[in-house]
């Protein structure tokens, strides 16, 4: 029998004087929510980050102000405490202020941190999850997250801990055997797969660095354990990178043929 779906109105009202704490997804336009376009449509200003996309914010509403707060590509550095304080002032002003970050906010993107001080100056806010982009980077790139046959856990993890005298465990982790996802691992890759070797994991464990997944931009390369960081220098990226090690990444391989994609298939086609 044919459902009969009723069409209401999908989105919260965008409130004066709220924060609408929104994922932009990890680059392409066309993974934004139907709430964050919305958002982007309604906000008096949108306050974003490095990440957010240029793709993204040509969806904004016309005549909206649009405020960086990003934290890469040689503009000075805001502070994260003072990003929180300048949305709970716009806030204070009346304004319906768009908070857009890279990929889910809640997910190694301080959302929390600003989701507290909004909490503490007793601003409204509401939270847009966003598709983020381990996952996004994995399944465009043919690497299904799980899978019955090899794994039933997959872990996502930063290799740039906030906290210096609080390291990730990679002993752990290796032991773990569960595929690992990797955030922000560029710079500390070498010592990470070496880590990861002495607990445990071969030198042929198969890793894919996928680079501005997404976006036009995208570049995969496929390696392995032992090699990874040496390829990823030699390929001379200095762009985000979402690391994947572990056996789901060889099933990239078996999809490859009919798998539709914008992203190459190896990093010797690009
Ligand atoms: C501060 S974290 C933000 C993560 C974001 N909140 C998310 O859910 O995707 C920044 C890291 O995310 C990863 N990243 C974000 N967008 C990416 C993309 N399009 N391709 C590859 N990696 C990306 C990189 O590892 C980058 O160093």
Redesign the pocket.
């Known amino acids: 029998m044919k459902q009969t779906v009723k069409k209401g109105k999908i989105h919260p009202e965008f409130e004066p004087g709220t924060v609408w704490l929104t994922?932009a997804g990890?680059?392409d336009p066309g993974l934004l929510t139907l709430h964050a376009l919305h958002a982007l449509q309604h906000a008096d200003i949108i306050v974003y980050d490095a990440?957010v996309s240029e793709d993204v914010l040509a969806f904004a509403r016309d005549g909206v102000t649009l405020e960086y707060a990003g934290k890469r590509g040689g503009r000075p550095s805001a502070k994260q405490t003072d990003i929180s304080l300048r949305l709970v002032e716009l806030a204070r002003e009346g304004k319906r202020v768009l908070r857009l970050?890279?990929?889910?906010?809640f997910?190694?993107?301080?959302?929390g941190e600003e989701a507290l001080v909004l909490t503490e100056a007793g601003i409204p806010f509401r939270v847009i999850p966003?598709i983020?982009?381990?996952l996004?980077?994995l399944t465009m790139a043919g690497i299904p997250a799980t899978t019955r046959t090899t794994n039933h856990a997959v872990i996502l993890a930063?290799g740039?801990p906030a906290d210096a005298d609080h390291p990730a465990d990679w002993a752990a982790l290796a032991r773990s055997g569960q595929p690992l996802v990797?955030?922000?691992?560029?710079r500390n890759l070498a010592q990470i797969a070496n880590t990861l070797m002495a607990n445990g994991l071969g030198a042929e464990t198969p890793v894919a660095v996928?680079?501005?997944?997404?976006?036009p931009r995208?570049r995969i390369i496929e390696t392995h354990l032992a090699e990874a960081a040496s390829d990823m220098t030699a390929a001379d990226i200095d762009t985000?990178?979402?690391i994947a090690i572990g056996s789901i990444v060889s099933l990239r391989a078996q999809l490859a043929p009919q798998l539709q994609t914008n992203w190459p298939a190896t990093e010797s086609e690009i």
């Open positions: 994922g990890p680059g990440l970050k890279g990929g889910d906010p997910v190694f993107g301080r959302g966003g983020t982009s381990g996004a980077a930063t740039h990797l955030y922000m691992a560029r996928m680079v501005e997944a997404t976006t995208a985000p990178a979402i």
